[in-house]
T-cell receptor
């Protein structure tokens, strides 16, 4: 079974600074997807960024980028120019087939004004 | 743009009562899922339906049943609620099933409290 580990229960960053959230995963598959979801206090799950394992290029979405290290099974999220609206729980997730996503336990991101 | 709609949003039950959480999606997705979210545990898969007419157990299926009523609707039933089932429940759907399944689209969640 796949497992996803987020080793940072909580992170804090000053507004406008850069922060990196860590994620590692364990799988024997060669083809899979990785995702970062954001969950603000509203409880809604919002997709931040996705990465296909077969792509070597790291995904980027505006201020959000990932560092995907397939051999190391590492998938970190970098948030640049942090904004107050970035405060939320962030979940790393893994998916291979149709049986849903496997989530990490989440990182609570605090933005200090 | 409704996306994934769950009802009810909040529910309080007594131990032993039954209830059904309803979920519907209007994105013509093949696959649908039910997750539960508990503090410090992330989201855990209860059941999923890869396509209409099929359902499979996820990580934490005990105490739950599901029905894929049609392509749009996927319900979750608690036959005899227990305090351990107090949680926030999320329904989700995805664009494709099989090898190249995409990201999940989530409903807003349903907070269930069992006394």
């Amino acid at each position: 079974a796949q497992t996803v580990t987020q080793s940072q229960p909580e992170m804090s960053v000053q507004e406008a600074e850069t922060v990196t959230l860590s994620c590692t995963y364990d799988t024997s598959e060669s083809d899979y997807y990785l995702f970062w979801y954001k969950q603000p206090p509203s409880r809604q799950m919002i997709l931040v960024i996705r990465q296909e394992a077969y792509k070597q290029q790291n995904a980027t979405e505006n201020r959000f980028s990932v560092n995907f290290q397939k051999a190391a099974k590492s998938f970190s999220l970098k948030i640049s120019d942090s904004q107050l609206g970035d405060a939320a729980m962030y979940f790393c997730a893994y998916r291979s087939w149709a049986d849903g996503l496997t989530f990490g336990k989440g990182t609570h991101l605090i933005i200090q004004p | 743009n409704a996306g994934v709609t769950q009802t009810p949003k909040f529910q309080v039950l007594k131990t032993g009562q039954s209830m059904t959480l309803q979920c519907a999606q209007d994105m013509n997705h093949n696959s649908m899922y039910w997750y539960r979210q508990d503090p410090g545990m992330g989201l855990r898969l209860i059941y999923y339906s890869a396509s209409e007419g099929t359902t499979d157990k996820g990580e934490v299926p005990n105490g739950y049943n599901v029905s894929r009523l049609n392509k749009r609707e996927f319900s979750l039933r608690l036959e005899s609620a227990a305090p351990s089932q107090t949680s926030v429940y999320f329904c989700a759907s995805s664009r494709t099933s099989g090898r190249w399944a995409g990201e999940l689209f989530f409903g807003e969640g349903s907070r269930l409290t069992v006394l």
